[in-house]
C-alpha cells in the first residue's frame, strides 16, 4: 500500500506537530464527543502525536470535576523515549481513497 500524499493534502486536516495546549484540547473534545457518539470535527484527515495513557479515563474525570486541564495534558503526553510516535487518523472515505494499492511481482 501507498499513500497519495499530494491528494491527501488536498483535503481538510489538521496536524499537530507539537504537544501543546490545543492538541491536548483536542484530544480531549474528540474523546469527549465519543461518549456522546458523536464527531467532534469535520477533518477528513488528523495527524498528531499519539497520547500515552489512558485517554479515556482522565477524559472522564475531568467531566465529573475530578481532574483539570492541565492534569490531563501532563498526564497524555507521550513517552519520547520511544522516539516520536504519530498517528494519521483518516475520517473520511475521501480521506481513504487516497490509500492505492500497489501491485506485486509475484
Keep these: 500500500m501507498k499513500m497519495d500524499t499530494d491528494a491527501l493534502k488536498g483535503l481538510k486536516g489538521r496536524v499537530f506537530e507539537e504537544l501543546k495546549e490545543d492538541w491536548a484540547h483536542f484530544i480531549y ?44 495534558l501532563e498526564s497524555i503526553l507521550p513517552n519520547l523515549s520511544y522516539g516520536q510516535q504519530f498517528q494519521l487518523s483518516l475520517n473520511t472515505t475521501s480521506a481513504v481513497q487516497c490509500i492505492r494499492l500497489e501491485e506485486t511481482g509475484t
Design 29 to 72: 473534545y474528540c474523546r469527549k464527543e465519543g461518549f456522546r457518539r458523536r464527531m467532534l470535527h469535520d477533518y477528513d484527515y488528523v495527524c498528531g502525536w499519539i497520547a500515552d495513557k489512558n485517554v479515556a479515563k482522565l477524559s472522564k474525570l475531568i467531566m465529573q470535576g475530578k481532574a483539570t486541564a492541565q492534569e490531563f
